[in-house]
């Protein structure tokens, strides 16, 4: 597709279960972000990658949170032993490169929804 | 990282000019101003970005004085699907510095 495509849409975990969330990025941008956003809120920094190198994992909320690109394309975010407070939309966004005024336009996915009961 | 201070929401009536001030006093040499727009149950979208004085779109307008402490996002005649949330961001676009976001103002756009 065109977009960044993010799968599943909705998750329901039980508490204390593992969560896989994946991203498909646009083909080609190198820079990949990860975002928590509660309702009502703006989107909460997790972690960016460029290309397979994760360069910033500094929004990452706990050791529970983990992700990783190992090609460079698709992403995983997972999350272990989730608990409620997870529960929010995660969004992922790609951009094509870093650095160049021209081209550091992030592009989002439509987002995760978590509810963890 | 620049701190942002925008309006938690405005109003304003279909084919009206809107204007959303952000305020980031601490702005960096090499930070760029970005705006984001976000709808409900979607990811935001890229609105436009600048470093300095005026840049324009097919979209908005974005106005940056010389000191670079405040920009100022211009909707031109807003309509009812321009009802969002607008995210102002300040940083260095070399790395994930620049998409940092705060908490956004809420426009809402009345008939």
């Known amino acids: 597709g065109a977009g960044v495509s993010q799968s599943p849409r909705y998750k329901v975990a039980k508490r204390g279960q593992d969560v896989a969330l994946r991203c498909d990025p646009i083909s080609g941008h190198v820079s990949l972000f990860w975002y928590q956003q509660a309702l009502g809120q703006g989107p909460e920094f997790l972690t960016y990658f460029q290309n397979e190198a994760q360069l910033d994992k500094s929004g990452l909320p706990s050791d529970r949170f983990f992700a990783e690109r190992p090609e460079g394309s698709v992403s995983t975010l997972k999350i272990q032993r989730t608990q409620q407070e997870d529960s929010a939309v995660y969004l992922c966004?790609?951009?094509?490169?870093?650095?160049?005024?021209?081209?550091?336009?992030?592009?989002f996915g439509q987002g995760t929804r978590l509810t963890v009961v | 990282l620049a701190k942002t201070t925008q309006p938690i929401s405005m109003d304003s009536y279909e084919g009206q000019e809107v204007n959303i001030t952000c305020s980031h006093n601490n702005i960096a040499t090499n930070d760029y101003i970005t705006w984001y727009q976000q709808f409900p149950s979607q990811g935001p979208r890229f609105i436009i970005q600048g470093y300095k004085t005026k840049v324009t779109n097919e979209v908005a307008s974005l106005f940056i004085p010389a000191d670079r402490k405040s920009s100022t996002l211009s909707l031109p005649r807003v309509s009812l699907s321009d009802t969002a949330v607008y995210y102002c961001?300040?940083?260095?676009?070399?790395?994930?510095?620049?998409?940092?976001f705060g908490t956004g103002t809420r426009l809402t756009v009345i008939p």
């Open positions: 966004a790609s951009s094509l490169v870093a650095g160049d005024p021209m081209n550091t336009e992030a592009f």
């Open positions: 961001l300040v940083g260095d676009i070399s790395g994930a510095n620049n998409l940092f």
